[in-house]
């Protein structure tokens, strides 16, 4: 069969499922996968499809055969098909999966194999993970990994941890909104509103920001100054919908 023609029913495929017709994505991705029964990429999403539409048994046949499949230094797909394992509540098999990974400094998997340690209470093993990955941080990591310090109460660790953002080259805004995250969860609400406030003042119109300085407002049923933030916020980014509606 053509790649050509695979791919065709990939993409036709993953246009069904934008528009919410499951059914449909697993019907193209069925004939996609029999003609291309190599391509990990398909049967990964041949099984997301199926255990969207609640099709347990069936996504979870297709699953062992990607498993089986997976290279030892093959962590896209294995760092999926562990994500998809652990969604079906396999969370050991997960572990396994990665575990045997040739993960290296691979970001994606490296911080899957962290959470689910920290879901199965294995702190230590996680923290090491951590560990390693902030050897090379990027944002997402820095963010996960003070997370979880601070879930643990080492503060000070969290804190040191939140300084390396500062060496990364971050586009204007992403720190702070790093670092608020971890005033919502460690620290206090009051402490996130304040950051984001005068980070979204001082970096002007970068959307995301005020997009979570309101959100964050909204959530916490802060009523004060609201319309006037409202208000600041969509002359900061006149090009946001969201914000002008």
């Known amino acids: 069969v053509a790649p050509r023609r695979v791919d065709a029913r990939v993409l036709l495929a993953r246009l069904y499922a934008r528009t919410a017709n499951l059914s449909g994505a697993v019907t193209e991705l069925q004939q996609a996968h029999a003609d291309a029964p190599h ?32 290279a030892s230094d093959d962590t896209v797909h294995g760092a999926r098909a562990a994500a998809l394992l652990a969604r079906q509540g396999r969370v050991e098999d997960a572990i396994a999966m990665l575990e045997k990974l040739e993960r290296g400094t691979d970001e994606n998997a490296g911080l899957l194999l962290a959470n689910l340690y920290r879901r199965r209470g294995r702190i230590a093993q996680a923290s090491a993970v951590y560990e390693g990955l902030l050897r090379h941080p990027s944002a ?4 996960l990994a003070a997370d979880f310090y601070g879930a643990e109460g080492d503060h000070a660790r969290a804190a040191s941890t939140l300084a390396l953002l500062d060496d990364l080259p971050l586009k204007p805004g992403t720190a702070d909104l790093v670092r608020a995250s971890y005033d919502v969860r460690h620290g206090t609400p009051a402490e996130a509103i304040a950051r984001l406030a005068e980070a979204a003042r001082r970096v002007g119109s970068n959307e995301l ?13 802060e009523q004060e100054g609201l319309a006037d933030l409202v208000a600041e916020a969509a002359a900061a980014c006149p090009h946001d919908a969201g914000l002008r509606e």
């Open 39 to 70: 391509r990990l990429d398909i049967a990964l999403d041949l099984t997301q499809y199926l255990q969207d539409l609640g099709e347990v048994e069936r996504a979870a046949r297709q699953l062992e055969g990607v498993v089986a499949d997976v």
């Open 140 to 143: 997402s990591t820095v963010e």
């Open 209 to 221: 920001l005020w997009q979570n300085l309101l959100t964050l407002k909204v959530r916490l049923s």
